[in-house]
């Protein structure tokens, strides 16, 4: 077993859904800790859960993205722990390693970022990460390791084609309409600030600790896809 198959079978028995590996060598060497490769770590939210999210956000969803924004921490301090028992320096993004910008959404290196250069998704018109198993019903973490990994295909444009559901569902009217490419800002094709703020008053009405809403999530064909090949 080479050290890629070691750590995707390790990722999996801990509850990863998915897992990546990203040559990181075109991201500046600052935001990545001088560290050239990521492992991107995906796990699928509940789709029970999903299913329920429109027309606006609940309880139950507050409760799963908790549980696994938690999981995600502890798998990624796990492969940080594992990648430096076996002498590599390595680095897990978990969520008390990062610092968003709250006053623009913006964080030095999204996982989502690492995610497309691993190959497992493109980014959605919506901004998130779209993937062909389990749409954008995911959330994601980050290792970054000088182990010298074997790397997926960075996938540099979008698979969005004509689709609008997520601007037509969107009640901040945040989505622009513009299909991503890897030379596109995300402010070009997402106003994510009009995205925070409603997330903050969707949040609020159901008295919510976190900022909260889902509907992209939901409408997304390749999450509806996801959540018909699971059934009821
Ligand atoms: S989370 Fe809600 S407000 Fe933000 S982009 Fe998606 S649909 Fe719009
Ligand atoms: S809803 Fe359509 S446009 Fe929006 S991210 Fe999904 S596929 Fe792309």
Redesign the pocket.
């Known amino acids: 077993m080479n050290l890629n198959e070691e750590i995707h079978h390790k990722l999996i028995s801990k509850g990863a859904s998915i897992v990546g590996f990203a040559d990181l060598k075109n991201v500046s060497y600052q935001i990545r800790n001088d560290l050239r490769y990521g492992i991107v770590i995906g796990i699928k939210l509940n789709p029970k859960v999903i299913k329920k999210i429109n027309p606006g956000p609940s309880l139950d969803y507050y409760n799963e993205y908790d549980h696994v924004n938690e999981r995600l921490n502890e798998i990624g301090d796990y492969t940080e722990l594992l990648l430096k028992s076996k002498g590599y320096d390595a680095f897990s993004k978990s969520q008390k390693n990062i610092f968003i910008d709250q006053n623009t959404k913006r964080t030095d290196l999204p996982h989502k970022t690492v995610a497309t250069r691993a190959g497992l998704g493109w980014i ?3 901004a ?1 990460l ?1 993937t062909d198993q389990f ?2 019903a995911i959330r994601l973490t980050t290792v970054l390791t000088n182990a010298e990994i074997k790397v997926g295909s960075p996938i540099n444009s ?1 698979k ?1 084609g004509e ?5 037509k569902i969107c009640p901040a009217e945040a ?1 622009r309409g513009y299909n991503w490419d890897i030379n596109l800002e995300r402010d070009t094709f997402f106003e994510a600030l009009k995205c925070r703020d409603k997330i903050i008053e969707r949040g609020e009405k159901l008295k919510l600790r976190e900022a909260m809403c889902g509907l ?1 999530i939901y ?4 999450t509806q896809k996801y959540l018909k090949n699971i059934g009821d």
């Open positions: 959605g018109k919506c998130l779209i749409g954008a979008s969005c689709c609008e559901e997520c601007k989505v992209c409408i997304c064909p390749w």
